[in-house]
């Protein structure tokens, strides 16, 4: 079965390059376009895998990341945050609302398509 993702980042060429970058690695990609969206795309599809955007108009990646993580049926969702926001404040709190991984933009295809498999891997151990 193929396993999905949910791309939310309020820019649309980088909602489709990770798109493009992530369905060539065989995993099936759909998009939000702002925390709001996002949200309410997480309720109706229930994604395997969030990768989430901090910079965003509306509600910010971090809300939405404490959101996920306040819902029971979501709060073990793995939510990969990539930022272009790279100092360690923007990291630390990111990991601190209860991102599994911050990653920084930019990101090579090979790098993102490991990093989404090891997340995925490691919440499929987790849950047997």
């Known amino acids: 079965m193929t396993q999905s993702v949910l791309v939310v980042d309020d820019e649309p060429m980088a909602r489709t390059l990770l798109r493009l970058m992530l369905v060539r690695a ?27 955007d901090v910079m965003m108009p509306g509600i910010d990646g971090f809300t939405v990341c404490e959101t996920l993580r306040s819902k029971t049926d979501t709060s073990a969702l793995p939510v990969i945050m990539l930022s272009a926001k790279t100092d360690l404040h923007s990291i630390n709190r990111g990991l601190q609302v209860g991102a599994t991984r911050y990653l920084t933009k930019p990101i090579s295809p090979d790098e993102l398509a490991r990093q989404v498999r090891d997340v995925l891997a490691a919440n499929a151990s987790a849950t047997l």
Not at 26 to 51: I, M, N, T, W
Request: aromatic share 8%; net charge negative.
């Open 26 to 52: 065989g995993f099936q990609v759909s998009e939000a376009e702002d925390g709001y969206d996002a949200l309410d795309k997480v309720q109706r599809s229930k994604p395997d895998l969030v990768l989430l």
